[in-house]
């Protein structure tokens, strides 16, 4: 995949340091005595420069390098987040209820991913998506409390008695998806996976395979759309309120009276594995 130029609408502005900015036009008289249009060329220059600063430090990983890092962790990168301690040792976690929701799944055990998801939700519903987008959005990510590897599939499995056939297609397939840009739907390769996987990484064969399936299916635009919807870069500081979705929930997943984990699902296991993750066997 070519890697294209950094342009403005690429990265975000840099912040200007006002007083070094100013200085370096020959002081505040300097810059009061000259023109509108030279006082505009001299900012676009100068943060054209700051852009090819920031652009010359951007250095992504070869393959090579990021496996040379295997035996540098005390885990594997396919852990999931509700299974090993982020900083330091894990801690006690809080008790499900009896009979347990989606929403209490998500509220006391799918941290990791919950922030990320509630803001993939939010963006989806921002831009008029219809509610299954919105709930494959929301759900899409969840599981990496349980799994990160392949995570479109285990979160597909883990949800897909509860919700619709074609929202199960868009999580399964979203994963895969996401190695394979698509301008026309708004989808650019992100920086993020060059990181992660190496600049020169390429999808393995059953991957690929996947995509093209994928590609020519009707509902090829459902996983698409999780895509597009998705942040590789999300605002820790921004919050969005589960209770936003409560009524998406309702609508679109179909909660077992007797409490997910204990329905006799084929996926009532892992439930029960995301509920009790201290449990030794």
């Not at 309702?250 to 996926?267: A, T």
């Amino acid at each position: 995949m070519t890697q294209k130029p950094a342009t403005f609408r690429d990265l975000p502005l840099p912040e200007i340091d006002r007083r070094k900015f100013i200085a370096g036009l020959g002081g505040a008289a300097a810059v009061a005595a000259m023109s509108a249009e030279a006082k505009a060329d001299a900012l676009e220059e100068h943060l054209n420069d700051s852009l090819n600063a920031a652009t010359a430090r951007k250095k992504f990983p070869s393959v090579a390098e990021v496996n040379a890092q295997i035996n540098t962790r005390p885990y594997r990168r396919g852990v999931g987040k509700l299974f090993a301690g982020q900083e330091g040792n894990v801690g006690y976690l809080p008790a499900m209820p009896a009979n347990p929701t989606l929403i209490d799944f998500i509220r006391l055990r799918l941290e990791g991913s919950r922030d990320h998801c509630l803001q993939s939700a939010h963006l989806a519903k921002s831009r008029g998506m219809d509610e299954e987008i919105i709930l494959a959005c929301l759900l899409h990510d969840l599981p990496m409390a349980l799994m990160r590897s392949e995570h479109g599939f285990w979160s597909a499995q883990l949800f897909e008695p509860y919700v619709s056939e074609k929202m199960t297609f868009a999580i399964r397939h979203h994963a895969s998806l996401r190695f394979f840009p698509d301008e026309e739907a708004g989808y650019e390769y992100p920086d993020l996976y060059r990181t992660m996987f190496g600049e020169d990484y390429v999808p393995p064969p059953h991957v690929q395979a996947e995509y093209k399936m994928v590609r020519a299916h009707r509902w090829y635009m459902a996983p698409r759309l999780v895509t597009v919807n998705d942040l590789y870069s999300f605002d820790p500081n921004a919050k969005v309120e589960l209770g936003e979705f409560e009524d998406i929930i309702g609508r679109h997943f179909r909660q077992p009276k007797e409490g997910l984990g204990f329905d006799g699902s084929p996926v009532a296991h892992m439930w029960r594995s995301i509920a009790n993750p201290d449990s030794p066997l």
